[in-house]
């Protein structure tokens, strides 16, 4: 197993060495979005008008605008006002993220399966990372959901070389073991390929690191924890990890004893959360 783990890694390294396995490109929608954020003279209008030309996004935002995690006095009904409630940054990092669904489909059942899961699953870390950011930190909330969503980005080409390579598509138990090991890399690739701040560069390659130590609680640290909640109770491996080893807690300020989905002041974010982006 271990050697055709090996193999594998090599093969797919050398693959992006070479050019044959091009990293991903961010979808059209989420490159013009990020260029708007990018300039210091946009306006809301800009925003608007380029989200606008994409009428999935332009809904699914106006739904996020109409979140109960945001405390809306009065619906919304129009792009515009949306973009308003949320400010430019806001949401230029929830667009990105949204945008980036796209991505996450294949030609193959099996990997088309397996992507829309891992798309699921971070949506709903995505979430729940909003939730502990505004709950026990000063970082911005839509820079924490983005975070989530990108945390398994590295899954893409990983996936895409699985579907060329028949025999490892229906050995799943060396393609997790692969997936384990590579996509924390490959996600940090595919993030500085699409300029990413830093605070959110290597995300892929640290989030699984539960001994990590830095000074104080950053976006890596949010999306360790929610991706813990995200399995609490499931008879996964990250469904058993002792929280008293995940050194995030502290840093958050959380008690690893509590179960976060059962104290009552997070009960009804953490609902909303879970819908946030679905």
């Known amino acids: ?14 693959a992006i060495k070479s050019d044959k396995l091009v990293l991903p490109t961010l979808p059209e929608a989420a490159l013009r979005v990020r260029e708007v ?17 994409d ?25 515009k006002t949306a973009v308003m409630r949320l400010g430019i940054e806001y949401t230029c990092n929830i667009a990105t993220g949204l945008a980036m669904q796209q991505m996450f489909q294949a030609t193959s059942d099996l990997v088309d399966k397996r992507l829309r899961d891992v798309w699921t699953r971070s949506s709903e870390i995505a979430g729940i990372s909003h939730v502990l950011c505004r709950h026990y930190t000063r970082l911005r909330p839509d820079q924490a959901t983005l975070a989530g969503l990108i945390h398994k980005i590295g899954v893409l ?4 070389y699985a579907e060329e390579h028949p025999s490892l598509l229906k050995d799943s138990l060396t393609l997790d073991t692969v997936i384990n090991q590579l996509q924390g890399p490959i996600g940090d690739l595919i993030l500085k390929a ?13 989030h699984m690191k ?3 130590q830095v000074a104080e609680a950053d976006y890596v640290d949010i999306v360790t924890v929610a991706m813990l909640q995200s399995y609490l109770g499931t008879n996964s491996a990250l469904g058993q990890v002792d929280y008293h080893q995940v050194s995030a807690f502290a840093r958050l300020g959380m008690d690893p004893d509590m179960q976060m989905a059962e104290a009552e002041d997070l009960s009804a ?8 982006l679905q």
């Open 55 to 79: 009428a999935a996004l332009s809904a699914r935002i106006v739904r996020v605008a109409n979140s109960p995690l945001l405390r809306a006095n009065k619906a919304i009904e129009d792009l």
């Open 269 to 276: 974010d953490m609902e909303a959360a879970m819908t946030l």
């Open 210 to 212: 539960f001994d990590r």
């Open 157 to 160: 080409p990983i996936l895409t």
């Open 194 to 206: 699409w300029d990413f701040p830093a605070e959110l560069a290597h995300i892929p390659s640290q």
């Open 1 to 14: 197993m271990s050697q055709v783990v090996d193999t594998v890694r090599q093969d797919i390294i050398s």
């Open 37 to 53: 954020a990018e300039d210091p003279d946009a306006n809301m209008d800009q925003l608007t008008a380029v989200i606008g030309n």
